[in-house]
């Protein structure tokens, strides 16, 4: 059971280039989420889909979309990657039935140059 | 923002009980406590919830004071794979986690 798989682990771009982050739930979960982390700072939400064909705004949208492809797969995209970009980008997803706790992933990586 | 302070860091030695403290003196009727931790750059690790009683699994104890305004969280036998950053957080089951900057655990041999 792979719980929450991202995809890449690691990706360097060039300001201007585009990027999508992959991520997997195989739990039947409901409720996607997409968070940044920066150094030395707590998770931030980006954007979260509470069920499937529903993405709503977090915290700090700006600059990203998001797809809920289907049940299991909601990736986000960087149309035009900036150096404020730079994070590691978790993904999570709950079953959202209830008080249920999140699962997360191992997080991307990314160094925008 | 989030709705809980936590102590920035905090030490235990190995062995010991440690013992994390969350103040959420705002916390509303329906939201419930939850414990989640950080191990070095990984993915946050869910640890323990409750609403009112106090909680205990396989990881920790939760102890939430009787007026739920505070929380902690009990790690009775800390190891050195214990040291994380603990965050606590405050929420309405169905809505998105808010992360604060958490309590950084270093547990010394």
């Known amino acids: 059971n792979a719980g929450v798989t991202q995809t890449p682990k690691f990706q360097v771009l060039k300001t201007g280039q585009s990027m999508t982050l992959q991520c997997a739930q195989d739990m039947n979960h409901n409720s996607m989420y997409w968070y940044r982390q920066d150094p030395g700072m707590g998770l931030r939400l980006i954007y979260y889909?509470?069920?499937?064909?529903?993405?709503d705004k977090g915290e700090v949208p700006n600059g990203y979309n998001v797809s809920r492809l289907n049940k299991r797969e909601f990736s986000l995209r960087l149309e035009s990657a900036a150096p404020s970009q730079t994070s590691v980008y978790f993904c999570a997803s709950m079953r959202g039935q209830g008080p249920q706790p999140q699962h997360f992933g191992d997080g991307t990586r990314l160094s925008i140059l | 923002d989030a709705k809980t302070t936590q102590p920035p860091s905090m030490d235990c030695a190995e062995g010991r009980a440690a013992n994390l403290p969350c103040n959420h003196s705002?916390?509303?009727?329906?939201?419930?406590v939850y414990w989640y931790r950080q191990i070095h750059s990984q993915g946050p690790q869910y640890i323990i919830h409750?609403?009112?009683n106090n909680e205990t699994n396989e990881m920790a104890s939760l102890i939430i004071t009787e007026d739920r305004k505070s929380s902690t969280l009990i790690l009775p036998h800390a190891t050195l794979r214990d040291t994380a950053v603990y965050y606590c957080?405050?929420?309405?089951?169905?809505?998105?986690?808010?992360f604060g900057k958490g309590t950084r655990l270093s547990v010394i041999a």
């Open positions: 889909s509470a069920s499937e064909g529903t993405t």
């Open positions: 957080i405050v929420r309405v089951w169905d809505t998105p986690l808010v």
């Open positions: 409750g609403l009112k």
């Open positions: 705002t916390i509303s009727g329906n939201e419930y």
